[in-house]
């Protein structure tokens, strides 16, 4: 769920904008990628149906001011 900004959601079939209160439900195993498109930061809520997820982080270079909060897995 998009909280605030803008963002654009990345799948094999193809990029979808997003903007404060869209939401999507992905499968099981579903690649995907939130991308912020915007100025101000992109802040979204994430729901997870399993009780323990596995994320796969590509070796990417994150702009200095990026933030990844956390793991849901965490809790």
Do not use: C
Request: charged share 15%; aromatic share 6%.
């Amino acid at each position: 769920l998009v909280l605030s900004g803008s963002g654009e959601l990345r799948l094999d079939s193809g990029s979808h904008p997003m903007r404060p209160g869209d939401g999507i439900a992905l499968t099981v195993g579903t690649f995907h990628d939130l991308v912020n498109t915007g100025t101000a930061p992109l802040r979204v809520v994430a729901f997870f149906a399993a009780s323990s997820v596995q994320q796969h982080w590509d070796d990417v270079v994150l702009p200095s001011n990026t933030k990844i909060t956390g793991s849901p897995n965490s809790f």
